[in-house]
T-cell receptor, first 111, second 115 residues
Framework: KQEVTQIPAALSVPEGENLVLNCSFT??????LQWFRQDPGKGLTSLLL?????REQTSGRLNASLDKSSGRSTLYIAASQPGDSATYLC??????????FGEGTQLTVNP | GAVVSQHPSWVICKSGTSVKIECRSL??????MFWYRQFPKQSLMLMAT?????????EQGVEKDKFLINHASLTLSTLTVTSAHPEDSSFYIC???????????FGDGTRLSIL
């Protein structure tokens, strides 16, 4: 059974810092991995999707990497802003569209 | 873009009431829709997967008679929580995919509170 773990559970940083969120998964046989953002009381916004054949994806200040063999992914946020404050969820897709989520990292960026 | 609308966003009702939540894909046809439940400070747990025109596939431990799912069209799926009790209070989120191996697009969720 696939298990997804995210570290740290919570992170508080001053504005402007670069930061890294970590995600690990137990079964390396994945179809793709996705990073989401969830604001309080809201649904999910997809940030980046990395196919199993890819090593990384970039969008603006966000960069996600994937090391499938070691079961790890990182989300790098450059020059963090207060508006980045949210919960970040990592989800792996073993096949088709079925997703297994981690428990998330709650990020607070202080002005 | 791909927009998924979920309604209602928030509902409070008495114990024993049945509650229906709608999930609509507004600008695309969704062959597959998913229903998740999220408890406070926890991650999303998949409840069931529904394919248009067929019965939903429920995850282990999810009562199919308690959580009725209908996916009668390519743009609408409904989740009905029957005879809801306080322990059913949670945040319910739906998502939709064009076909099974395509990315999911999520609704904004429904906060359900049972008194």
């Amino acid at each position: 059974k696939q298990e997804v773990t995210q570290i740290p559970a919570a992170l508080s940083v001053p504005e402007g810092e670069n930061l890294v969120l970590n995600c690990s998964f137990t079964d390396s046989a994945i179809y793709n991995l996705q990073w989401f953002r969830q604001d309080p009381g809201k649904g999910l916004t997809s940030l980046l999707l990395i196919q199993s054949s890819q090593r990384e994806q970039t969008s603006g200040r966000l960069n996600a990497s994937l090391d499938k063999s070691s079961g790890r992914s990182t989300l790098y946020i450059a020059a963090s802003q207060p508006g980045d404050s949210a919960t970040y969820l990592c989800a792996v897709n073993p096949s088709g569209s079925r997703l297994t989520f981690g428990e998330g990292t709650q990020l607070t960026v202080n002005p | 873009g791909a927009v998924v609308s979920q309604h209602p966003s928030w509902v409070i009702c008495k114990s024993g009431t049945s509650v229906k939540i709608e999930c609509r894909s507004l600008d695309f046809q969704a062959t597959t829709m998913f229903w998740y439940r999220q408890f406070p400070k926890q991650s999303l747990m998949l409840m069931a997967t529904s394919n248009e025109g067929s019965k939903a596939t429920y995850e282990q431990g999810v009562e199919k008679d308690k959580f009725l799912i209908n996916h009668a069209s390519l743009t609408l799926s409904t989740l009905t929580v029957t005879s809801a009790h306080p322990e059913d209070s949670s945040f319910y989120i739906c998502s939709a995919a064009r076909v099974l191996d395509q990315p999911q697009h999520f609704g904004d969720g429904t906060r359900l509170s049972i008194l």
